[in-house]
């Protein structure tokens, strides 16, 4: 599989973040599209052979737009060249969680899982509350060997215990957690590989996966909240 397509656009995208410069290579955006729409499905399909739930995505209904919204933030770069894709048994929302993967040139590439959104205070409820009643399941996933070796559980996090949990609990540093995700960084040289790539990432995928399970047994029942 070729994705020399995507680094190449993504990294010229980096360097002219402009609107002039984006409309005119528009054929460039459409060919490492495709090359990206074409390594999600391999990554699909390799997911779905230990994970079948995400065999019905589409992968062009699982991937992000490079166009960012600016009205908040300091950084008015119309847009983020990264080619970004969620795979979960609903798609590319939050929750379910998933497989996630950006590809952003020049060390910013990594594979995901777990909940990143921390603004939805239910979906952080309901984790924390789970991890409260098994606290011990969490652990035996976090601490298994494969697991220690790749990943370690980040979020955002508050100061103190919230209210309304046991400042002693054995679980106490991940209550204070609003979300909880993994990240592994993966380097340029590494997504050069193509079908070497998606055997590394399906393998570490793999390895998420009781991570994933967990957090998803914590989240039965919620829903999205109304835009």
Do not use: C
Not at 22 to 49: D, T
Not at 74 to 102: C, M, Q, W
Not at 193 to 200: D, K, Y
Request: glycine share 8%; net charge negative.
């Amino acid at each position: 599989m070729d994705t020399k397509k995507i680094l190449t656009y993504l990294t010229d995208l980096s360097r002219n973040n402009n609107r002039e410069w984006y409309h005119a290579h528009k054929a460039e955006n459409k060919a490492a599209n495709a090359q990206f729409l074409e390594l999600v499905q391999e990554l699909i399909l390799g997911i779905g052979a230990f994970d079948g739930s995400v065999l019905h995505n589409r992968p062009e209904d699982l991937t992000f737009k490079l166009v960012r919204d600016t009205r908040f933030s300091h950084d008015k770069s119309p847009y983020n060249p990264a080619f970004r894709a969620h795979i979960s048994s609903e798609g590319k929302l939050p929750v379910p969680v998933g497989y996630y993967l950006t590809i952003r040139p020049g060390g910013g590439t990594f594979l995901g899982g777990g909940l990143f959104a921390d603004m939805f205070r239910d979906a952080t409820e309901m984790v924390r509350g789970y991890i409260a009643e098994h606290g011990d399941e969490f652990e035996a996933i976090i601490h298994a060997p494969a697991f220690e070796e790749h990943f370690r559980v980040q979020g955002t996090s508050l100061k103190k215990v919230p209210a309304g949990y046991d400042r002693e609990h054995p679980q106490a540093e991940y209550l204070k957690y609003k979300s909880w995700y993994l990240e592994y960084p993966m380097a340029d040289e590494a997504v050069e590989e193509g079908e070497a790539f998606v055997s590394e990432a399906v393998r570490l995928f793999r390895i998420m996966k009781p991570f994933n399970d967990y957090l998803n047994r914590a989240l039965v029942g919620f829903r999205m909240p109304e835009r």
